[in-house]
């Protein structure tokens, strides 16, 4: 093996110089480019949620309360990446934000995050692996092909992918997020073109929809209170559709001059963040009314209800009423790429969290080992063991437990947010306290302290009352939908008893202000950049055809 990084005990707090150093000095290859920094921030939050999430928010809550959900927790998320991205880029460390935590809040808050991390990506590789069993049903019936053998197929191919090493992991979710990108332009293209009236059908759309049947639906209450319950509903699935976008604060330990390509997939999310989102769910609403009875949300079919491939999509909706055949099974296959993407990226995620969580002395040492080719062999293995949690979903009911993972998922993504701004809060601090300036920072995020405090207080609010439904009546549950409620908040009591053990056990303070340790490993990581700039500076500026992609079309890729 390449050597083992980490120094520490097994589970215990190892010598501090030495966790630093390793954090800095780590085994992982830099083998990510720009360019695949840029893709995965990107691809890694295009996924089922966006595409077919979308549908059951329309449905329920009507296209004014998407249109404001989406948009609240979009700028959300921008101050959330623009908080790790200040850090991430003044010293980037192969443990991600878990690191960052640890070194400049308090290590409790970083075994918490580094943890509740991990367990949300065992349970979403999984998750996507039985997605991809689902989605392929539309083709082949679950009764001719037993959903475990699409299951097996899917979890053996993104294995070998992470198995030989981050250029070639790299290299293919560049391809799958690329194909990603063009084909949510193309339905936001076709979206326009189908509100304008040029499909088949010829109606020119406009608001109509947005007049009848109206654009908020009542949700529980009726009137005022309903369409701000409607609004508040829609938060969960907002947020879901959204997570993946602090991917890139796991891709630093092996990203090629880190300074600068961290920056700019942070400042690009804005506008990607606009243009996906945004624009996709504001056009939704204009070319699919939400009470269209081929929404699963809205159908007594049980066929229908049960949909989660291309026919559970609003833009199949949109597609079939007006009158487009065929395209329904390409977006099928579509919406299988980006699964799989999906599945890739997340034991990606999870390996590596692993990885960082071990390097710290916050797992045991042996998930710290690589390999010659720089990867986690140890972490990766013991990560994927937990996607075979997908074959439990071969049972008939694979679309509840789906939904209940979702469910899980949702909540430990928030937690993570949430963290990653109270490290943020932590590292300002630092710097005022240690004397650091703005125009020493490679990245200064743009709203400061005051972002990330709004921002924090945001994502609390969402944490505690995104399912607030299961308090009321329904007919299939009663008063109480408690197995909603526990996936929907276990992971809060899970991630407060994680931090709360560390004090316990270990009885380490929090790092105040003036201890935090800003500098560890940063000149031997300037060393690396004016390595880099040197060999850059001397390939020159590139072809024309170089500069004009990066000037005018990197922005979308």
Known sequence: MAGDAEKGGNLKPADEQEIRLADV???????????????IAIGGAIGTGLIIGTGSALAQAGPAAVLISYSIVGFLVYLVMCALGEMAAWLPLGSGFTGYAARFCDPALGFALGWTYWFKYIIVTPNQLTAASLVLQYWVDRKKVNPGIWITIFLITILLINYFGIRLF?????????????????????SLILALGGGPDHDRKGFRYWE?????????????KGHFLAVWSVFVMATFAYLGTELVGV??????NPRRTIPRAIRLTFYRILFFYILSVFLLGLIVPYNSPRFPYNSNDPKIKSSVGASASPYVVAIELAGINGLPHVLNACILVFVFSASNSDLYIASRTLYGLALEGKAPKIFARTDRRGVPIYALGTSALFALLAYMNVAEESTTVFKYFVNLTTIFGILTWISILVTHIWFLKARRAQGVTN????????????????????????????????????????????????????GIPLYLGLIAGYKIWYRQPGIAPMEADLFGGKEAIDREEEEFLRQQAAKGPGTPTQQFYKKWVSWLF
């Open 25 to 39: 000095h780590h085994d992982l290859t830099r083998g990510l480019q720009a360019r695949h920094i840029t893709m």
């Open 170 to 190: 790299g290299e293919i979710e560049f391809w799958l997020s690329s194909f990603k990108v063009v084909t949510i332009v193309a339905l936001i293209i076709l």
């Open 212 to 224: 009848n049947p109206g654009a908020f639906r009542t949700y529980i209450a009726q009137g005022p």
């Open 251 to 256: 891709t630093v330990g092996e990203a090629q």
């Open 439 to 490: 125009d020493q920072m490679p990245y200064v995020s743009p709203f400061g302290m005051g972002g990330s405090i709004g921002a924090l207080i945001g994502c609390c609010l969402i944490a505690v009352f995104k399912n607030f439904s299961v308090f009321t009546y329904d007919k299939s549950y009663g008063n109480f939908d408690y197995k909603n409620f526990i996936t929907g908040y276990l």
